[in-house]
């Protein structure tokens, strides 16, 4: 079975710090897809990234990181330097190869206060 | 702006009624997915469509039907509705078969039923 933890529900933080969601995975697939998604007020959802089980680089792009660590199922995003507009809901999702559906987190709410 | 044109974008029923929702992908993909978003299950993978054909199902209910036409497009049909059917249903698309392939979704029908 195919499972993401978001534990963190809520974060509040004010402009300019950094912050950091955590995500947890279960899945006994050695091949699987991890993603995380941007859902702003407006309600869209955004795409941020995708990443595959074989590819445990770090990512970066612009003020956004990704840490993937397979060792403890752990695949986090960190906003630096937060902006306003960084205010949203996070969802991070998994997939397997093969598997019929993504597989989303609770999700985290995340204000970012001027 | 993703490319998935979801209409109606907001729409208010009573209990009993049947609507429907209409999804147009981003053009050249083959797959179409429904998600329901509700605050007590999350995001919720319903069904997937891949050039006509149902390819998986999630957590649809019985009471719910999709379909997908030649163009492409797709179609969620909700009946008898019920008050736990309000919720915000996203439509999806991707170019490819496998769901491991990066999801494009759409800005979403808020459904109330009252």
């Known amino acids: 079975a195919q499972k993401v933890t978001q534990a963190q529900t809520e974060i509040s933080v004010v402009e300019k710090e950094d912050v950091t969601l955590d995500c947890v995975y279960e899945t006994r697939d050695t091949t699987y897809y991890l993603f995380w998604y941007k859902q702003p007020p407006s309600g869209e959802l955004v795409f941020l990234i995708r990443r595959n089980s074989f590819d445990e680089q770090n990512e970066i792009s612009g003020r956004y990181s990704w840490n993937f660590q397979k060792s403890t199922s752990s695949f986090n995003f960190t906003i630096t330097a937060s902006q306003v507009v960084d205010s949203a809901v996070y969802f991070c999702a998994l997939i397997s190869w093969g598997a019929q559906k993504l597989v989303f987190g609770q999700g985290t709410r995340l204000t970012i206060n001027p | 702006d993703s490319g998935v044109t979801q209409t109606p974008k907001h729409l208010i029923t009573a209990t009993g009624q049947r609507v429907t929702l209409r999804c147009s992908p981003r053009?050249?993909?083959?797959?179409v997915y429904w998600y329901q978003q509700s605050l007590d299950q999350g995001l919720q993978f319903l069904i997937q469509y891949y050039n006509g054909e149902e390819r998986a199902k999630g957590n649809i209910l019985e009471r719910f039907s999709a379909q997908q036409f030649p163009d492409l497009h797709s179609e969620l049909n909700l009946s008898s509705l019920e008050l736990g059917d309000s919720a915000l249903y996203f439509c999806a698309s991707s170019v490819v078969r496998e769901s491991s392939g990066e999801l494009f979704f759409g800005e979403g029908s808020r459904l109330t039923v009252l």
């Open positions: 053009s050249g993909d083959l797959s």
